[in-house]
């Protein structure tokens, strides 16, 4: 079964402007992970926020996780076209066991 | 960087015929892999979670005795899809975790696409 919801399905906007992406879970977590995805490609890891952690940097990303709401958001500031993919946010359980979220298309045009 | 990668990258078989998928983690051994299938526009499902030596453990709804999962060494899982049917047609995609913290990155393979006719 899937995590949980991501929000929006799909966000269209243009280069340079910033790129929010929400993401909510329903079981407890051990962390949250957000990784992305190019058509007809794997996964490529982005960055991990762990049960503890409330915000992360990582270059122009920045992630928040709110165990409250069972809801974390990914920002990608200055996007730019090469940004365009899938992005999905993971759930980390026991044994490192991820379930994924429905995941956001984000596309990016010059 | 960690690198998985997987073969084939692509599989057309007939229907009824077994396919096998290799995992490998290359340039470390991985202590779990995973592995995943997604349909079209959609997210990743976990099919299983395999440790080397033991049997791999099977989520909700996936017929292990249909998707075989076998992992002889730290470095490699294979998933062979046995009579394999149109329905089986979708993208399948291993990970591989290094320890046990319980906060690893999975490192994902770029995926095989099996189409069945």
């Known amino acids: 079964s899937q995590q949980g919801e991501e929000d929006p399905q799909a966000l269209s906007i243009q280069e340079g402007e910033n790129a929010t992406m929400n993401c909510s879970y329903k079981?407890?977590?051990?962390?949250l992970q957000w990784y992305r995805q190019n058509s007809g490609r794997g996964l490529v890891h982005l960055i991990l926020i762990r049960s503890n952690e409330r915000e992360k940097h990582s270059g122009r990303l920045r992630v928040t996780l709110d165990t409250s709401k069972k809801s974390s958001s990914l920002l990608i500031t200055a996007s730019r076209a090469a940004d365009t993919a899938s992005y999905f946010c993971g759930g980390g359980g026991g044994g490192n066991k991820l379930t994924f979220g429905t995941g956001t298309q984000l596309k990016v045009e010059l | 960087g960690a690198v998985v990668s997987q073969h084939p990258s692509r599989v057309i078989c007939k229907s009824g015929t077994s396919v096998k998928i290799e995992c490998r983690s290359l340039d470390f051994q991985a202590t779990t892999m995973f592995w995943y299938r997604q349909f079209p526009k959609q997210s990743l499902m976990l099919m299983a979670t395999s440790n080397e030596g033991s049997k791999a453990t099977y989520e909700q709804g996936v017929e292990k005795d249909k998707f075989l999962i076998n992992h002889a060494s730290l470095t490699l899982s294979t998933l062979t899809v046995t009579s394999a049917h149109p329905e089986d047609s979708s993208f399948y995609i291993c990970s591989a975790t290094q320890g046990n913290s319980g906060h690893n990155e999975q490192f994902f393979g770029p995926g095989t696409r099996l189409t069945v006719l």
């Open positions: 079981t407890s977590i051990n962390n």
